[in-house]
């Protein structure tokens, strides 16, 4: 049936006389299109004889030639050594002991190299001091490949030669005797004998040398209370493990504070261990890493921290209690005192405040306490810096009295408050050399930048601990035409000693003993066998002791007066560093900037973390954009006149009312990649190198573009996410009432999930089967696992755009909540609570209210990574099998049969799965290490570099399992426990990843598989996976 | 961190070196059998003892590790005034002439970088003298090789008398086709001289038009071809990448031939990392140098004739010396003065195995652990002149030997329990390697 239907556009087609009409039905283009425009020069374009039929006849040929070509295969060429080290076997790798100390993070440490390139960082297992290495320290094989490293001398940008630099250095070490001004050595803390004895050598034999240690973030009060009290400048050291109350004022102690290293022996005392586990009061501002591990947190504010720890001491030694806190502060603090006054010797009180008397009083109180956990008679020695001499070698430069001045390890144009100072002191020497290994604001501005070895390049040794010695050895010969200061040190003293000899010459006289020096090397860690102490020194601080009794009080007196005094005026800003950035000197390696905080899940850059309350009243905001990025406000900060503008500000649950942190280290602009250029510099508010400042602060327009990972803040009354008890519950009560099975319904009787199953399960009872325990109460959230696993399955860095639109590729997160009320216990019974859909107990705006974090909320960790589930509803879905499952209990990924279509990613109730948006390698767009030659040296040649547009995610190191598996086959023996790890199982140096085959049924993961505390992510899912995690407990023991 | 020295080595593999040394020497110094005996001493026994205690150091006409031997006692006698007793007494203890002082002894120990000769107290003065009448012998050469004319005419016979077979064949197949096509026309005289008339079948449909008539027939035969050229396409594009065959030049002429077939070298006395690692490894030239310090040259191999295919393709005794020294002056190494000169070149040897980089093997899971011959994935290497790509490296070529190869359990522990419990689970007595989890994706794509 016809219609006469007539459809219009326009009310103008109906007049059919409407010429404009008429025309555009003629006309497909409206107006001429412009070819002359986008064809350029009509005359030029005429004359040419390349016509269209030609030129698809080129393009034609071309194509065909480029596929043609395509066809053959490239000619591969493989070439031998001329003669093989005798060590060397390609395809195997080797592992070599030795330390770093690079200023900041000393440990020793294991490097993995293959076919002589070191590849990975791990734990040495030998070491009972700095055995345990963090985020940085995992990172800092990168640094030796990092491309903009100093390749060579230079002077004032100019490549030299090191034999102009030794003359030059070499005539005014001559010119300079008699002369009256100073050599001045400015260097890092090495806390090396031979170092020190090298340089004591170097005084002897050149007048006027004054060697000042500078620690870019100063532990200088630390340094000066136990000096005046010890008589040695030093740290004392402290076992976490051995003390049942650690109470901490304001002590990041379980990612930097005095050197940083007490984790491990922490999460050995936060395990419970029949019925008992440690308590931990922190009375902090920032929200730190040990905060967020605490058991009872107490937001403080500097001044407050300094009269609740005067009360403390006060109240301890019994003497009478000045200052005042707010109601439950205080009634906190006096539960603390009580709780020290049942066991003093099992407490220990440690403080990061930089002031003279909260230090000489923490030790005061340890003392007092008989502290278990305080060891002073062998302390630490890897902060020596002093501030003082410091300042005092900078007034000596702007006085022309330094004729000569070496830095090594250390980039005081940068991390010096008073940069420009030095600047000007530096303009009046006459001649300056920096050792850095890249090049920086220090190296621009001295004569020579001497290009220095990475550590892994060096020789060295270190006392980490007073009688804990261990050994620097190169693991690859120099990269670059680079020198170590000790080596050029030696050169310019005229000895034809290298510094190799050197140490082997100190360590054979003084240090070993008699032991051996090859069986020193090959553990990397030397224990002096008897008395450890030097006698001389052991004397006189006795008789110190005896003499300085009365005055310590008198003065532990006054400054217990002075704390109860501390008033602050304005804002409060505490200066921290951060577990991924340290003190910047690594800022250039994309896995530490990529590395997100593991409070604020910031990756790329820092920020200013402003409490909730103060962020009102400035009219700070944070907020999540469209595209699911994170924004925040800018603010201007001022200390002592100087300011900072445009620091973004975060706001940050927990931070305590009236003070403000940010952390130091970024900023960096000289010598790095535009990419890297991220954050703010902290160190020009780092007056007086002190930790606490009094700050200003404004709001400033625009808004900052956060590259954060974790959007979501709070576990929404969920607490089958994370389980967590108390300590007197998990002792008192079954665990199946504080570890429930998740019940379902089937055939309308409640049943446990874990009895439900859609699937037939495989027998798995054959062979290995690995499963994984993560252990919530070990776990600190410090993230050396996510770095291990970056470096051990080449997983790329996207950079900050990508990350920000939520591309991060890192296998293993390290989930970060916020409780909404005061404890996640209390969100959960909210939750329970709630009734009906609105009113007081209304569903609809208690999860509202459940999304914003308390102003202290309690803090939980978690790392997930992919959960190997037994029944993964990924393998299900995936249209091509490329992830499969392995009997071995691994969910497998073929990288080459994966089409990406993403429905693995979709369907995987854990959001482990990482999708390849671009081709991160040779990728000009993402000018990482994997986009230059040196760079890539790092990458890990058992496991594939993985391409555009495939899932990639957590194998359970699969390549690993695999080499411990033909390593047995081929010794032909069984594999014994312990010998399964994963990146970051062994990576982990709390204990809280522990791998394993549940088949080997006297293995300590079966014995934790049936561990009461086990449960499983998701539960109710019935996805049975093969990692596993242990109940959180906490300590809420008040009384 | 130990400073490698390439001595090192030699000392480790001495003992191979020498019978490797051993069997090229059979050649190279190769003697007429019948030599008479010379200043009281049996050539052939002295050739023997040579050959056994000797020729790993000593050449007789080039210097070696040691000095070259020929005539040794005639020389030493008009040079140094040395009698028979004092090579008695060197070869019995070098080490003990040396201390006594003798000027000569010291000056040949220090010449040969004070490298002291191995002691042969073992040898009587019998034995001497045979060594001695044999390095006194006029060396003869070896008998040259049968002429390659004479066996170049023997393959022509056998080319000729194909050449006969298929011309006589062509020759009957040709008297056939006249046969038929005289036929033919004699017929068709016979029918014009008989009158009759042949029936007209004009109307009659060629047959390729009935056929594209028929719609029917078209389809079919169109499925058909579709069907056939898709099978081949796809047989075509499976071996895209496939380098089964694949044989590059290499920059030195090396053959596995007369390495592993002719003198029996084992493979992974080269390839040794295949034993540990995952790399077979090409072996650095230091490898090459344990033999090659003591093997300058190429002299074919005792008692075979070289075939006349490898002497048209130019494998001469010179074109392997010249091999040979192409070695040496990629490793840097002086045969007159015997030293290193330190100038070396890395040889850039041509890659043949090329697996995707998203594909893991271990090449000692194979050898080592499984137990298997070389030659199963690589093939006869011990008859290839040039080294080739034996096997196609697909992944259907790995997964089928997985499904067919039985894992080697016998005296290795770490099976055990594995092999008791899955053998039972699977009802085998042997399991193969696929049973055992050989075929998932992740144990060789990670």
Known sequence: MASNKKYWKNEAELNPNDSIVERLRQNEFVEQIPVDDFLGDKESLESSNTNRRDFLKYVGFSTAAASLAACEGPVVKSIPYVIAPENIVPGVASYYATT????????????????????????????????????????????????????GPTSKGENVEWSDLDAAVKSKINALKGSGKQIALLTQTYASPSTSRLIAEFKAANENVNHVTYDAIAEDEALNAFEAKYGQRALADYDFEKADLIVSFGADFLSDWQGGGYSSGYSKGRVPKNGKMSRHVQFEANM????????????????????????????????????????????????????????????????????????????????????????????????????????????????????????????????????????????????????????????????????????????????????????????????????????????????????????????????????????????????????????????????????????????????????????ADGMELVLYSKVGMGDGQQASNPWLQEFPDPITRVSWGNYVTVSKADAATLGLVNENVANGGLDGSYVKLTVNGVSLDNVPVIIQPGQAKGSVGLSLGY????????????????????????????????????????ACIQLHKTLMGRGDIIKETTLEIFNTKDHAEWNHVPVVSLDHQEVPATSVDLWDSFDRSIGHHFNMSIDLNACTGCGACVIACHAENNVPVVGKEEVRKSRDMHWLRIDRYYSS??????????????????????????????????????????????????????????????????RQGQNQMAYNRCVGTRYCANNCPYKVRRFNWFLYNNNDEFDFHMNNDLGKMVVNPDVNVRSRGVIEKCSMCIQKTQKTILDAKRDGRLIKDGEFQTACSSACSNGAIVFGDINDKESTIAELKEDDRMYHLLEHVGTKPNVFYQVKVRNTNEA | MKKVTYRDQVSKVLGISLIVFLLFSISVFAQADSAADTAGGDVKKGKAL????????????????????????????????????????????????????????????????????????????????????????????????????????????????????????????GILVFMLVSVNKSLKQVMKVNGVEVEDDGKKLPIWKAFAKNQFLVLISVIFLLLTSAYFAYGWMMQVDVNKGYAPIQPIHYSHKIHAGDNKIECKYCHSSARKSKHSGIPSLNVCMNCHKSIAEYSGTPGVAPLKEDLAKGYTNEFYSAQIDSLYSAVGWDKINQKYTGESRPVEWVRIHNLPDFVYFNHSQHVEVGG???????????????????????????????????????????????????????????????????????????
């Open chain 1, 821 to 886: 009320e005061e404890s996640f216990a209390d969100d959960n019974q909210k939750k329970n609570d709630f009734d009906g859909l609105t009113g007081e107990k209304g569903s609809l705006g208690g999860f509202g209210e459940l999304e914003d974090p308390s102003a202290n909320p309690q803090v939980a960790f978690q790392p997930v990574m992919c959960q190997h589930c037994n029944h993964a509803p990924c393998e299900t879905v995936c249209p091509v099998a490329a992830t499969s499952h392995g």
């Open chain 1, 667 to 706: 900023g960096k602009k000289v010598g790095m990649k535009a990419e890297m250029q991220t954050g703010v510099n902290a160190y020009a508010l780092y007056q007086g190198m002190n930790n606490i400042q009094s700050v200003k602060i404004e709001k400033v327009a625009g808004m900052h573009e956060f």
């Open chain 1, 288 to 567: 730190s890493l040990t905060g967020a591990n605490a058991d009872k947190r107490v937001a403080l504010t500097p001044s407050l921290q300094k009269i609740a720890l005067g009360q403390l001491y006060s109240k301890l030694s019994g003497s009478a209690v000045k200052g005042e806190l707010l109601g439950n502060m205080q009634t906190a603090l006096d539960s603390v005192v009580a709780q020290i006054k049942r066991n003093p010797s099992k407490a220990v009180v440690v403080s990061g405040i930089d002031d003279a008397n909260v230090q000489a009083i923490v030790l005061a109180i340890n003392e007092m306490l008989g502290s278990q956990a305080f060891n002073p008679s062998q302390p630490r020695l890897v902060r020596q810096g002093n501030a003082k001499a410091v300042a005092s070698l900078i007034g000596d430069m702007n006085a022309g009295k330094v004729g000569l001045l070496i830095t090594d390890g250390v980039n005081p144009m940068f991390s010096l408050p008073n940069a420009a100072e030095f600047k000007s002191g530096l303009e009046k020497v006459d001649l300056s050399v920096a050792f850095s290994s890249n090049k920086n604001a220090t190296t621009e501005a001295t004569t020579f930048a001497a290009a220095s070895n990475h550590y892994l390049e060096s020789w060295g040794d270190v006392e980490i601990k007073k009688g804990h010695y261990s050994l620097i050895q190169p693991t690859i010969s120099e990269l670059f035409d680079t020198r170590q200061f000790q080596g050029a040190l030696l050169n310019w003293m005229g000895s034809d000693k290298s510094y190799y000899d050197y140490i082997t010459a100190i360590w054979s006289s003084s240090i070993l003993g008699g032991s051996s020096w090859s069986q020193a090397l090959q553990d990397g860690v030397f224990t002096a066998a008897a008395s450890v102490a030097d006698p001389v020194n052991v004397v006189s601080n006795a008789d110190d002791k005896e003499n300085e009794e009365a005055p310590v009080s008198t003065s532990i007196a006054s400054a217990v007066s002075s704390l109860a005094n501390s008033n």
């Open chain 2, 50 to 173: 040579f050959n056994v205690n000797c020729a790993a150091c000593h050449n007789l006409k080039r210097k070696s590790t040691g000095p070259n031997l020929y005539k040794v006692e005639e020389r030493l006698a008009e040079d140094e005034g040395l009698d028979r007793e004092w090579l008695y007494a060197w070869i019995k203890n070098s080490a003990g002439v040396i201390k006594t002082g003798d000027a000569y002894a010291n000056k040949i120990y220090k010449e040969y970088n004070q490298t002291a000769m191995t002691a042969f107290p073992t040898l009587s003065n019998e034995d001497i003298n045979n060594i001695l009448a044999y390095t006194a012998a006029e060396p003869t050469t070896p008998p040259p090789p049968p002429g390659p004319e004479a066996e170049f005419n023997g393959t022509q016979q056998q080319g000729f008398s194909n050449e006969l077979i298929l011309g006589a064949l062509a020759l009957v197949f």
């Open chain 1, 100 to 151: 770093i100390a690079n200023g900041f993070d000393f440990a020793s440490i294991l490097v993995k190299t293959r076919e002589g390139r070191p590849i990975k960082i791990e734990n040495n297992d030998r070491a009972k001091v700095g055995g345990a290495s963090n985020a940085r320290i995992q990172a800092s094989v990168l640094s030796l490949y990092d491309s903009t490293r100093l390749q």
């Open chain 2, 372 to 446: 298997i011959e070389c030659q199963t994935c690589h093939g006869p290497v011990e008859e290839m002149e040039i080294m080739e790509q034996f096997s196609p490296l697909t992944m259907g070529w790995c997964i089928n030997c997985h499904r067919e190869t039985n894992v080697q359990v016998k005296d290795n522990p770490y099976y055990e329990k594995i092999h008791a419990e899955l053998s039972k689970k699977y009802g085998v007595e042997n399991l193969t390697a696929a049973q055992m989890g050989g075929l998932e994706c992740g144990k060789c794509h990670y």
